[in-house]
């Protein structure tokens, strides 16, 4: 079911389904706006769409999906539905992702390539704390 933030944002958009087209529709929108291709490390993509002229984003996967980048030691959560907009070496007001912090699960609401400091990637949560990390931690091993 998606929400009405999908659905305002849906015209327009390229719009892929299925697991397979759309894990690869997502790798190559995360290419193109200069993140790592493994940010999104999802199983059973139901819908990927990408509104160009907004720059939004949706995934929607047939379950919540949990994740620890290994390299980093940083274990991710992704909702059923995650969301973002999109610029190049930016994703904000990101819906669906959370990160774990000790024992607390903060939601991320940012992410971005550091623009001083070469590859590096920031992690920013709705608490106000950020991250930052190696972006080869969160590429895909081919």
Not at 77 to 96: H, I
Not at 98 to 103: A, D, G, I, N, P
Not at 110 to 133: I, N, P, R
């Amino acid at each position: 079911m998606a929400s009405q933030l999908i659905d305002a944002h849906r015209a327009g958009a390229e719009v892929a389904n299925g697991d397979d087209v759309g894990k690869q529709k997502c790798i190559e929108l995360l290419q193109e706006i200069g993140l790592p291709n493994g940010l999104f490390p999802l199983e059973g993509v139901e819908e990927f769409g990408y509104n160009h002229a907004s720059g939004f984003v949706w995934i929607v996967q047939n379950k919540k999906k949990e994740h620890t980048f290994k390299q980093i030691k940083q274990t991710v959560s992704y909702a059923t539905e995650v969301t973002a907009f999109v610029k190049k070496g930016k994703m904000k007001k990101v819906t669906g992702v959370k990160t774990k912090e000790l024992f607390l699960w903060l939601s991320l609401v940012e992410v971005y390539v550091e623009q001083s400091s070469a590859g590096k990637l920031t992690f920013k949560t709705g608490t106000g704390l950020s991250d930052s990390f190696d972006a080869s931690a969160f590429e895909l091993a081919m």
